[in-house]
């Protein structure tokens, strides 16, 4: 099986800067892509990075220029580095990857989800 935990969520100030991590852990044979998601209170879960490999980064239009998406495959991480923080980047951050295994395939894997409040 395969496990995804993130860290890095926290309260911070409109205009600060947050790390968000996610390590995958279990039986990998290699990581195809990492991407993270938000939901906010009341809404859907919502795309906001990925990274495909050989620098393939795709962000959505609200967080282009303000948050960083890094691939570490070689550590199964992934990284999401935000800045300029807006009360509307609140809400519970997930991490996504899709992950080959000899006994399954192409699997996707989330994580548990790590919380992020903007205040105002």
């Known amino acids: 099986q395969v496990q995804l935990v993130e860290s890095g969520g926290g309260l911070v100030q409109a205009g600060g800067s947050l790390n968000l991590s996610c390590v995958a852990s279990g039986d990998i044979v290699k990581i195809d892509s990492m991407a993270w998601y938000r939901q906010a209170p009341g809404n859907g879960r919502e795309f906001v990075a990925r990274?495909?490999?050989?620098?393939?980064?795709l962000y959505a239009d609200s967080v282009r220029g303000r948050f960083t998406i890094v691939a570490d495959v070689w550590m199964k991480t992934a990284y999401l580095q935000m800045n300029n923080l807006k009360p509307d980047d609140t809400g519970v951050y997930y991490c996504?990857?899709?992950?080959?295994?000899?006994?399954?395939?192409?699997?996707?894997?989330w994580g548990q989800g790590t919380q992020v409040t903007v205040s105002s």
């Open positions: 990274s495909a490999g050989a620098g393939s980064r």
């Open positions: 996504h990857m899709n992950i080959y295994q000899w006994s399954t395939g192409s699997t996707d894997y």
